[in-house]
Nanobody, 120 residues
Framework: VQLQAFGGGLVQPGGSLRLSCAAS????????IGWFRQAPGKEREWVSC????????SYPDSVKGRFIISRDSAKDTVYLQMNSLKPEDTAVYYC??????????????WGKGTLVTVSS
């Protein structure tokens, strides 16, 4: 089982970025998927969850209204659209998978992260 987050990079404050989460030998559609981030010197923080049903998503207050999680069933990919980015959003972003109902506190599989840097 291998998950991988893609799409990180350098973006200016107020800008947008879309991250992707894909997997090999693993079908994301059967799992709840979460996005997490970890900034230097800080603990890992939950960013969003999406259930097996695309309509069920959740966010902490720190990103609510700015970030949107979604699924593309045809590509078996989960996205994190990040808008109105702030310097404090700078972190390594990870995607992870859990059995239905397990996101965010019961993640079973973790992917390699992608670095997002928000700076002018």
């Amino acid at each position: 089982v291998q998950l991988q987050a893609f799409g990180g990079g350098l973006v200016q404050p107020g800008g947008s970025l879309r991250l992707s989460c894909a997997a090999s030998k693993f079908t994301l559609a059967y799992y709840a998927i979460g996005w997490f981030r970890q900034a230097p010197g800080k603990e890992r923080e939950w960013v969003s969850c999406i259930g097996v049903s695309e309509g069920s998503s959740s966010y902490p207050d720190s990103v609510k209204g700015r970030f949107i999680i979604s699924r593309d069933s045809a590509k078996d990919t989960v996205y994190l659209q990040m808008n109105s980015l702030k310097p404090e959003d700078t972190a390594v972003y990870y995607c992870a998978a859990a059995i239905p109902g397990g996101c965010p506190h019961g993640m079973d599989y973790w992917g390699k992260g992608t670095l997002v840097t928000v700076s002018s």
